[in-house]
């Protein structure tokens, strides 16, 4: 082992996550394959993709619920299974592993005896914000209120890395916008490094300022979500008869183009000036994560401080 905990002689500090070649093969085959990336602590980082493209499998080979077939992970530097990645990691998984017949403060009484750096205070404030009587047996609690528990239970912890799988989806608009705003103070006061798998692409842009975004097991783009934004442009224009992708276009790299009758909208990356009649707009990070979820195909963008270093990749591959 380096002298850096990362096992390859690579520069660890600064991340919360290195993913070298990361591989998932189940019976049916890949569910994830080459995912290399870096998450730089304390983003919130948004893990966008269509349903079974691998997200809830690269978050349980995180949070050491899964071995990886290919490749290897490191959570701050340490591997998945270490006491240490362990104690500084929160994994709140779609199901919710709370035990029916428990009260709520037992369930919180459970969390501060398993958790050696348990925040009491802040787990409970969590709960009564949703006014859950702490008496109340988990088993009579409705989805919404378990999914509260399951929350305090994981900031409770005081976790360093938080992992957060479809939080929210059974949680009412309200409570959603409540929730996301104690993961933002959360990790605002105390840099907390947020991993959050989420289908709700329009609620990302106020919240998450790191994206990783995957399709058929690959990742697609991974890196800040201002420089991801400013390297694609919008383009509406005129379509002439008989046109496919204007030859204008050739030079850049196109995302995503689509005619509806007579106008052709394109998202593109730009590589210099675009020639032609364009209106050309920054695209938000809706119109951005649509794009990419429509066309699997289109080539991958990894800004440089979501690059994992080649050499720990090849070293962790070949391993
Ligand atoms: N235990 C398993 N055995 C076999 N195949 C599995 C298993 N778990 C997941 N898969 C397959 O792996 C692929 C990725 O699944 P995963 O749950 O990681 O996707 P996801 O992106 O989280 O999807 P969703 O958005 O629907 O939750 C899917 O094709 C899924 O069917």
Not at 7 to 25: L, R, T, W
Not at 118 to 145: F, Y
Not at 194 to 214: G, K, P
């Amino acid at each position: 082992m380096s002298s850096n905990g990362t096992g390859f002689g690579e520069p660890g500090e600064g991340s919360a996550i290195e993913a070298y070649g990361v591989g998932k093969k189940y019976r049916r085959g890949w569910a994830l394959r080459d995912c290399s990336f870096r998450l730089p602590a304390g983003r919130i980082c948004g893990l966008v993709g269509p349903n079974g493209a691998g997200k809830t499998t690269l978050l349980n080979i995180a949070a050491h619920l899964l071995e990886p077939t290919a490749g290897s992970l490191r959570v701050f530097g340490a591997a998945p299974e270490s006491k240490e990645a362990n104690h500084r990691t929160a994994f709140l998984a779609q199901e919710k592993p709370l035990f029916r017949r428990f009260t709520v403060a037992e369930t919180l009484r459970m969390g501060g005896e398993l958790n050696p750096g348990w925040d009491q205070r802040a787990a409970e404030s969590i709960v009564r914000a949703g006014n859950v009587p702490l008496d109340a047996k988990i088993g009579t609690l409705s989805g919404g209120q378990r999914t509260r528990v399951a929350f305090a239970l994981a900031f409770g912890k005081r976790p360093d890395l938080l992992l957060l799988d479809e939080p929210m989806s059974d949680l009412d608009p309200l409570v959603r916008h409540e929730m996301m705003g104690t993961v933002m103070a959360e990790a605002a006061e105390h840099g907390t490094t947020v991993l959050m798998s989420t289908h709700m692409v329009s609620e990302l842009e106020d919240v998450c300022d790191y994206l990783l975004v995957i399709a058929d097991g690959g990742l697609r783009l991974a890196g800040e979500v201002d420089e991801l934004l400013a390297a694609h442009t919008l383009l509406n224009g005129a379509r002439r008869d008989g046109d496919g992708v204007p030859a204008a276009l050739a030079p850049h790299t196109i995302v995503e183009s689509r005619t509806s009758g007579r106008q052709i909208t394109a998202l593109v990356r730009p590589d210099g000036p675009i020639d032609g009649d364009w209106q050309a707009d920054s695209p938000n990070l809706e119109e951005l994560l649509l794009a990419y979820l429509r066309s699997p195909q289109a080539p991958p963008l990894i800004t440089p401080s979501a690059q994992a270093s080649d050499r720990a990749v090849a070293k962790a591959v070949a391993a």
